[in-house]
């Protein structure tokens, strides 16, 4: 039993004295990790700043930036390696990647995928950084687009978290891809208004907002014969398109065209109905030899129509019944007489 400790201690004790002899190449190695982590964050500032002011080169240089990161902290990886095991070469190191990188890959594929899409989205450039997208329900201005996932800060001052992946193989709208945007709106005048003249007051109003572009023109279209209105949309293009700049002219506009038609008489009806109840058994529903509700068109026997006063007085038999006295009510005499 005392042969066996002995031999564990001195198990313990020549692994302590191993660690004691590399803890100076311990400490070299991670020092000279942390310069090459200096040297890395270095180089990727430094790309970001050649590309800051070129727009179109930007998300290149984030690409460029994070993967001149990566290599310089790999190299880092293995002399620090090679500092702690003098035995260690660089094809161990391949060796290493190449068996975990299959674990790893089946670990963390979803982290992989999101990885990969972002590199992507910052090669291909479907949107960049402060352009503004519509993705699902959420809109809003592009903060940055990492490896993982690219953040986005809504109008109304919150941050929404997408990942890459969801991004890269779904629908995205970017309303500042280009550098005029279009808008428009309905509205609705009454059908006894003279759609020339109101179409002509529309665009002369959309004129007189300096948001507007002349070029392209505006335009004012006739869309729909509604079942209250003469639907009229005008169509207009501002720049920048960005959404304050959308409020702001959107804004101007409508209250430009309200207050014109309004002066010049045009009317801007709101939805109405007209319900009408008639009554097809009576001959004041007019020519039953005409297509009527419920009864046939043709030449053929028509339906003779009941008099009003018939109507009546089955209505008062009915009544008199139900009151039990066989009489027939004085108030319903009278509209008889009538």
Known sequence: MNAEISIAWNKVQGMINGFIALLPNIVLALIVFILFLFVASILKAMVKRLTRNRRHARNLGLVLGRLAQGMTILIGLFIALSIVIPTFKAGDLIQLLGISGVAIGFAFRDILQNFLAGILILLTEPFRIEDQIVFKDFEGTVENIQTRAT???TYDGRRIVI?????FTNS???NT???????EYDVGIGYGDDVDQAKQLMLDAIYSVDEVLRDPAPDVLVMELAESTVN???????HPPRRIDDLRSRDKVITAIKKTLVANGIDLPYPTQQILFHDQ????DGNRSRQREGWPAGKGEVPKPRRISDSLFLLAQVRSSQDGNGKVDSQMRNDEKC
């Open 281 to 284: 058994t009576e001959e004041t």
């Open 177 to 183: 891809a280009f550098d005029n945007r279009r808008l």
């Open 163 to 167: 990942p890459n992946s969801e991004l």
């Open 172 to 174: 995205v709208t970017v």
């Open 232 to 238: 009229i949309r005008v169509r207009w293009w501002i």
């Open 151 to 153: 953040t986005i800060r």
